[in-house]
């Protein structure tokens, strides 16, 4: 999970046991169902914290549930960060964030089926992969390996494919997600300006463990 400084004083560490609890626990029916309709008694008696401690870190489940899709949002960013340390180039960037999204499915099916049910709104979010993908888009264009016109618009094809990629997963489990993915991360590289023989090549590279 991602993690941030620890609380100082034995209060302020069991307030923030509870609200992580709360963010497990909707992140859980996110992953589940993607319905939001449950009650808050129901939320908060799968964190296992009293109901009035709900409104002690949240005024509402709309504010729970954002919190617990923006906490999926900075897992996933940085597994990618892991693996993709010490990958300069934005092309194989791109084409292993693909792939990387799409195994992704298997190792943190949690993440990934959050990201299915609620990603669309987070395309062009700050948080996850995408601002990682945008300044690879952008440092792609600068030096002179993609060629399109608008780095936003290419996020949005980028987001929208790597979402039905997912889609395609995990409602049809028998798909051969790696290779869907490596087909996918090919015709997103040549549709950025790589040619076609080195978009395959570098869709077909071994993907990186990580630094």
Not at 70 to 94: C, F, K, M, N, S
Not at 115 to 123: N, Q
Not at 136 to 148: M, P
């Amino acid at each position: 999970m991602p993690t941030s400084a620890p609380p100082s004083n034995r209060f302020e560490r069991r307030r923030a046991a509870t609200r992580q609890a709360l963010i497990r626990a909707a992140r859980q029916i996110l992953s589940e169902t993607g319905d939001t309709d449950v009650s808050i008694q129901a939320i908060a008696d799968r964190a296992d914290v009293g109901f009035g401690s709900f409104y002690n870190h949240f005024e509402s489940k709309a504010a729970l549930f954002d919190a617990a899709v923006l906490d999926a949002l900075d897992e996933y960013g940085q597994v990618i960060d892991e693996r993709l340390e010490g990958v300069d180039d934005p092309a194989e960037r791109v084409a292993f964030g693909v792939r990387l999204s799409a195994r992704m499915a298997e190792t943190h099916p949690e993440i990934m089926r959050i990201l299915r049910h609620r990603g669309l709104g987070h395309i062009h979010s700050d948080r996850g992969l995408a601002p990682r993908a945008l300044s690879d888009l952008q440092t792609g264009a600068a030096s002179g390996r993609f060629t399109f016109t608008s780095p936003e618009i290419a996020l949005s094809s980028l987001g929208g494919s790597l979402l039905a990629l997912l889609d395609l997963h995990l409602t049809r489990p028998d798909a051969d997600t790696d290779e869907a993915a490596a087909a996918m991360a090919e015709m997103m590289l040549r549709m950025l300006g790589v040619s076609t023989d080195e978009a395959r090549k570098i869709a077909e590279r071994p993907l990186p463990t990580g630094g």
